[in-house]
């Protein structure tokens, strides 16, 4: 695929769909009570996820360093988890407040998927990075409820580009180029110089996040939904 070539929201999702890795539904189940202990707004020691999962330590250690999720891992240098699946601890450019309590996010994609992880109602603040405009979004478990402006944008990197290998590489590849735009006009212009991203809609990516979420997290997702009802 070369830097020119258009690329589809459908060829897009084939091509994470081949790339990203679906974990076993134990795994699923780790990476939810994870994402749930981060979202406590500190950063998150394994022997609190031991606690939190009921494992012992030296399981759980070994766990969050080689289940297939190890890459979305971001620790800290005394061991914490800072973040995971971009679902941060730490200041970052994308605040995410659920809940009472800031947190903030790798990309401003990860915005849009981590609710319904989370199950919680998330009010979300980003900077367009071509004019600098304040964009102001509240996004539920089932759909983005309010968008400020309306006609949001969001850039994402064409497929290929990512390098999955880590958290940090993940960022650095990834997550630096995904932002929202205060208009399409505005994402264009940016994308002009930036020919690795393909822009979607603010509706494309969120249908996009919902497969996402389908394809990591869907039997854990689906197991949370049937003890609800």
Known sequence: MTRNEIVTVEEMWESVARSFPVPLAEEQRVGIVLLRELAGGKPVAVARLAEALGA????????????????????GDAGEIRGFHGLAAVPMSHRFA?????????????TLFLPE??????????????????IRLTVSPDRVETAEPADVAVSMV?????????????????????????????????????????????????????????????AELARRRARAA
């Not at 399981?59 to 971001?74: D, F, G, I, M, S």
């Not at 880590?166 to 960022?171: G, Q, T």
Request: proline fraction near 4%; charge should be neutral; charged fraction near 20%.
């Open 56 to 75: 012992s330590l030296p399981a759980t250690e070994t766990l969050v360093r080689n289940w297939a999720l190890a890459p979305l891992v971001h620790f």
């Open 98 to 110: 659920i809940g009472g309590r800031t947190l903030w996010t790798w990309c401003a994609y990860d």
């Open 117 to 134: 992880l989370l199950g919680q109602t998330a009010a979300v603040e980003s900077s367009d990075p071509e004019t600098g405009q304040l």
């Open 158 to 218: 064409r497929p290929g580009a990512w390098d999955l290998t880590s958290a940090l590489r993940i960022m650095t590849s990834a997550c630096h180029h995904i932002f929202f735009f205060a208009s399409r006009a505005a994402g264009e212009r940016w994308r002009v110089k930036h020919a690795d991203v393909v822009l979607l809609s603010l509706d494309e990516a969120f249908a996009f996040a919902k497969r996402f979420n389908a394809h990591v997290f869907g």
